[in-house]
């Protein structure tokens, strides 16, 4: 519990805002994405979504395929409860839907559904095809439910193990992936190679929880070298990559 809080204090040391980066492209993404403070018509249904699932009194049974919950201490749990824990919070999704939104996103790909806060962000992009993945079948289907309740066809929710189900993945790319689930060192790097294949010059890769562990920032320190990786932005919350090969390689602490 210490290491987020002390990884926190040291990322508000080192980050900035805008000034300060030199890269049209990253300063670009930052000032007119990032930080971009227009209110958007479809962040009310966003809310809404949210804010059915917050009146969900039924209880379902979880099957846990990640690192667990700091939170939870039994797998019954309340459809509220757990859009109130471990869903995306409001900020992170509103932000979600800016990125798809700016970057033009057309085939995007989520790990780790739960109840689809954050795949309704990416999915209310019109003509943004989203591909989900959920190990949970009981969280998966009320995900579908609220999805379906709210007209959101261009949803496809694989139920799976992540790692089994992107073994599957043929013929395809991803303009935008959004991984969030699963969050330990080795589970991630792995995720980040099989998904290498399926990324093209433009992708955005967003890793959720970087500071969740001593092991993810290992992870994500790994990913910000990689070879293939131009530009990332250290978030705290979030690490994003870039693999735009026009992009010298550099790295960004930015506040968000
Ligand atoms: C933090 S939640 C995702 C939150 C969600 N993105 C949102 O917008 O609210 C992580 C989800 O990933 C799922 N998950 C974790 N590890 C998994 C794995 N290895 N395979 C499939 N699903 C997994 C969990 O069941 C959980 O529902």
Not at 109 to 123: C, R, V
Request: net charge positive; glycine share 4%.
């Amino acid at each position: 519990m210490l290491y987020p809080i002390l990884s926190y204090l040291k990322f508000l040391l080192t980050s900035t805002n805008q000034h300060g980066i030199h890269s049209p492209f990253v300063f670009d993404f930052v000032t007119k994405c990032l930080y971009d403070t227009r209110k958007y018509a479809e962040y009310s249904h966003l809310n809404a979504y949210r804010n059915s699932l917050l009146k969900r009194e039924e209880t379902i049974l979880i099957t846990d395929f990640g690192t667990g919950s700091k939170v939870f201490k039994t797998n019954k749990r309340k459809v509220k409860d757990i859009a109130k824990h471990a869903g995306i919070s409001k900020k992170k999704q509103h932000l979600l839907f800016r990125m798809a939104h700016y970057l033009n996103s057309k085939f995007s790909l989520e790990l780790g559904t739960s109840l689809g806060l954050a795949t309704i962000a990416l999915a209310i992009n019109k003509n943004n095809k989203v591909t989900t993945v959920e190990g949970c079948k009981n969280t998966a289907e009320v995900a579908r439910k609220h999805l379906d309740a709210v007209e959101c066809t261009s949803v496809k929710i694989q139920v799976g193990d992540f790692e089994k189900v992107i073994k599957k993945f043929a013929n395809t790319s991803f303009d935008l992936v959004y991984v969030d689930g699963n969050h330990n060192k080795e589970s991630t790097l792995n995720y980040f190679e099989l998904l290498l294949p399926f990324v093209h010059n433009e992708t955005l890769f967003i890793f959720d929880d970087i500071y969740w562990s001593k092991g993810m920032t290992e992870a994500w320190k790994e990913i910000q070298n990689h070879p293939k990786v131009s530009v990332s932005i250290d978030a705290y919350y979030w690490g994003l990559v870039f693999f735009r090969k026009e992009q010298k390689k550099e790295s960004f602490t930015v506040r968000l």
